[in-house]
Nanobody
């Protein structure tokens, strides 16, 4: 089992910055990758950024150059630094973790979500 707790959302003006945090607890050793997804009103959930266990990262085209995903292994925490925010970044942001057990069983875990609102 893995628990993910997000924090850092809020209201910010366009052009501003926010940093989201996702603290993981439980079966940390089984994590293969962690990421951030978002769901805007009336839209499907989409991948924003991901970081794999080897340190590689992946970003949605819409956030490249503005968002940075990073992790602190000592704190079991993944961060999403968001800069130059736009109103279209407004969404509920969800932390995600993909795990694989020693038996090869794969699971996906989600945080509870944190609201990010960017005003124009």
């Amino acid at each position: 089992q893995l628990q993910l707790v997000e924090s850092g959302g809020g209201l910010v003006q366009a052009g501003g910055s926010l940093r989201l945090s996702c603290a993981a607890s439980g079966s940390i050793a089984n994590i293969n990758a962690m990421g951030w997804y978002r769901r805007a009103p009336g839209k499907q959930r989409e991948l924003v950024a991901a970081i794999i266990s080897g340190g590689g990262t992946n970003y949605a085209d819409s956030v490249k150059g503005r968002f940075t995903i990073s992790r602190d292994n000592a704190k079991n925490t993944v961060y999403l630094q968001m800069s130059s925010l736009k109103p279209e970044d407004t969404a509920v942001y969800y932390c995600n973790a993909d795990t694989k057990t020693q038996l090869g069983l794969e699971y996906t875990y989600w945080g509870q979500g944190t609201q990010v609102t960017v005003s124009s």
